[in-house]
């Protein structure tokens, strides 16, 4: 860029003006360049199927049908609240899920960057064992453990052997008092790692001397880690919480590998229930009412956990 | 550069309409070099080298049988198979000539995706009436073979357990097969029979909706096709439900162990209920000893499930002639009967059948031929079976995990029924 000599500018006001200007306009048009790809991306894949589910959402619309769409005002929301028990219990599953894997696998994950956060040996064998399964696709994940749960499965196997026969298992995935059950442990097993790994940045931001310190004054290890770790943690767990809820909320391949959302509903969840209805059944229309009554929730949960969370001073 | 950036702004633009269009290059009827008209043909066959085998020998006998045409295929694996006709189809971008599964052709008919099929009627009747598909008096699709299902089992096992063995003419009764599940169970058989219930999608209609046909009872009233109130939720298919759940209640069966018919192969289990696909199989393990008996006669005669894959014409082809032309071309004896030994699948016609390997009077496969014949039930021909067959799928489900059969089947109805009524009927009021 050329920048004008002053004594120029002195004589032509105007122009320097007018030059002034054009820059301010290029670097608009810088900006906007470099915004596009990401905006024209955004628009596509973001923007235009949130505004499209929302107009869905009021239609009959269907995936195949010779019949045109017909708009149906608040039909299909009142459909899913009284007239679809599955949608119902598809809510509920959620939310249990939800609820015990975020506190569950928060705190798993944060146990497991303490201990691997230690100086000794093997330390890095053992975060890379801790990493494996989140590295490892979560379809592969859930038809191994769909054959690890089964009647006769290894889980079982280890049951039998370790209660010497007294006890022999459930049909895990099959009876509806475990399914959901065991799709939440193996969950928590599948992603306790990344959130290891989260916590444990964390942990090292915490500064030594910090420690040090802490120990002259005498501290014992739970008070160090309640009165450094734990604080010096503070943004990692605002962190760490929002993706577990979130990733907790879309429970989806799991479900749709293990049990199809069976045995008698036991583990639809809203993802699941929306796809189905969507592409199995081909009532666009109302998954996209669910899709919206799912995004408003999320919209509700992340908010909340944003003010419980915000930084007081 | 004050230029420039517009350029680059809307060069992006360009790149990201181009990318979401780019679905409508390549499938065009174009032509080629030398002047023929190209058919494009999508299968489902990706991963089945037998089938796409045929196809390949039936292709390049056409094309270099005459000089206006030319076929060119895609293949694609039956998983991803239906969802991309569906996007096709949306996108106006559907191939000239496709295969599809018998049951989803009353649903892409209605949506408009296919044309009458329209060839001579000498070929079509020649067919098993299960393998050409009607909607609304209209022939839609044609197809080379038709699958069925039987019992597999092994002769020295039922007679070393005194079990009459079933024919066609005195099938077993409901009593008598129970009877045999629980003689085998204490021969020895952990679980007496394999019913696949591991698998999932399609095959629990295809498989399971037989055995309530036999009970009486059905997917939908097929008199008006407008609700399933009575067919699925009366009495006859609340006995079925009660039935079909005392299999796994009474450890007769379970859905553990893997998709096929392994567990037979190898004597885990004494009674297999899978289709004829796996039957060259079954008789090279087990050779002279393997039986392959009708289903139990469960009240109304024995079922089994009819109507496998097919083809038809897409809406969208602009030389229906030339389509044409190729499906009566593919339609000889010699193909079919090539489908059905390296398939195992029940050739289309009768010659076909006596040219075979295995489906001839004397082939080991023949009792195939005869179940489909006169056992065959076409799942119902609506352009709600998509839902139905799903719904069918988690009910029967939650029944063999212990649901209440009646409230399951009652609720399988609503939901059924509502699908229907929310889409006018699919055009049968």
């Keep these: 860029m050329t920048v004008t000599p002053p004594t120029v500018a002195a004589e032509e006001p105007r122009r320097e003006l007018r030059r002034f200007r054009s820059i301010k306009g290029r670097e608009t048009w810088a900006g906007l360049g470099m915004i596009a790809p990401a905006g024209i991306l955004l628009v596509l894949f973001l923007i235009i199927p949130v505004v499209l589910a929302f107009t869905l959402s009021f239609t009959n619309a269907r995936l195949i049908s010779p019949n045109p769409p017909r708009f149906v005002g608040m039909d299909n929301f009142v459909r899913a609240f009284t007239a679809d028990p599955l949608f119902v219990q598809s809510v509920g599953n959620t939310a249990v899920f939800a609820l015990v894997v975020v506190p569950v696998q928060a705190a798993l994950g944060l146990l497991l960057a303490v201990l691997v956060n230690r100086r000794m040996r093997g330390v890095t064998a053992f975060r890379v064992i801790f990493f494996i399964p989140v590295v490892t696709s979560i379809v592969v994940v859930s038809i191994l453990w769909k054959f690890m749960y089964q009647q006769d499965g290894l889980i079982n196997s280890m049951i039998d052997a370790l209660t010497f026969g007294l006890w022999s298992g459930a049909d895990w995935l099959n009876d509806p008092q475990t399914a959901l059950g065991a799709i939440i442990f193996m969950s928590i097993w599948q992603a306790v790692g990344f959130h290891m790994i989260i916590w444990l940045s964390g942990l090292q931001t915490i500064p030594e001397e910090l420690y040090e310190a802490a120990r002259m004054d005498g501290a014992s290890p739970w008070r160090q880690f309640t009165n450094v770790t734990w604080p010096g943690l503070r943004p990692t767990m605002v962190f760490v919480l929002v993706t577990i809820t979130i990733a907790a909320l879309g429970l989806f391949v799991q479900v749709d590998v293990m049990t199809q959302g069976g045995p008698q509903g036991s583990t639809s969840t809203i993802v699941f229930h929306a796809v189905r209805k969507g592409y199995e059944q081909q009532e666009i229309g109302y998954a996209a009412a669910i899709s919206l009554i799912f995004f408003v929730a999320v919209l509700i949960i992340a908010l909340i956990q944003r003010r419980l969370t915000r930084e007081k001073d | ?429």
């Design chain 2, 1 to 429: 550069m004050r230029t420039r950036t517009p350029i680059l702004v809307s060069a992006g633009l360009v790149t990201a309409i181009a990318l979401t269009g780019c679905g409508q290059a390549g499938q065009g009827d174009d032509t080629t070099a030398d002047g023929r008209t190209q058919l494009t043909m999508w299968t489902h066959s990706a991963g089945n080298p037998a089938e796409l085998e045929v196809y390949e020998q039936i292709i390049s006998d056409f094309n270099d049988s005459q000089d206006e045409y030319e076929v060119v295929h895609e293949s694609f694996p039956q998983g991803a198979y239906n969802d991309a006709i569906v996007a096709a189809a949306a996108s106006g971008d559907l191939p000239c000539l496709l295969d599809l599964d018998g049951p989803i052709m009353p649903n892409w008919a209605w949506a408009g995706y296919l044309q009458p099929l329209e060839l001579p009627t000498e070929l079509t009747d020649s067919l098993l009436p299960t393998a050409v598909g009607v909607w609304e008096d209209e022939i839609y699709s044609a197809g080379y073979w038709d699958a069925a299902l039987a019992i597999f089992a092994r002769e020295s096992v039922l007679e070393g357990n005194g079990i009459r063995i079933p024919t066609m003419e005195e099938p077993w009764t409901a009593d008598e097969f129970r009877a045999a599940l629980a003689t085998l169970k204490d021969a020895g058989y952990e679980t007496p029979i394999d019913i696949g219930a591991e698998d999932t999608g399609e095959w629990w209609p295809y498989a399971y909706s037989p055995f309530l046909q036999s009970f009486g009872g059905d997917l939908i009233d097929r008199s008006t096709m407008l609700t399933a109130d009575g067919a699925l939720n009366g009495p006859e298919a609340v006995a079925w439900g009660e039935w079909f759940a005392g299999l796994f209640a009474d450890g007769y069966a379970d859905n553990s162990g893997t998709v096929g018919n392994q567990e037979f192969v190898d004597d885990e289990v004494a009674l297999s209920y899978t289709g004829v696909w796996n039957a060259v199989a079954a008789l090279d393990a087990v050779g002279d000893d393997l039986l392959i008996l009708p289903p139990p006669d469960l009240g109304n005669g024995p079922k089994i499930g009819g109507g496998s894959w097919q083809w038809g014409i897409s809406s969208e082809c602009n030389d229906a002639d030339g389509a044409r032309q190729y499906l009566e071309f593919s339609f000889q004896d010699e193909y079919i009967t090539e489908f059905a030994d390296k398939q195992v699948v029940i050739p289309a016609t009768e010659a076909a059948a006596q040219a075979s390997e295995y489906f001839g009077d004397d082939g080991a496969l023949r009792p195939f031929v005869e179940f489909s014949q006169e056992y065959a039930v076409l799942r119902p021909e609506t352009p709600a079976y998509a839902v139905i067959s799903a719904t069918f799928e988690t009910a029967a489900k939650d029944i063999m995990s212990g649901a209440d059969v009646q409230e399951t089947l009652d609720r399988a109805v609503s939901d059924i029924d509502a699908n229907i009524a929310s889409n006018d009927g699919y055009g049968f009021q």
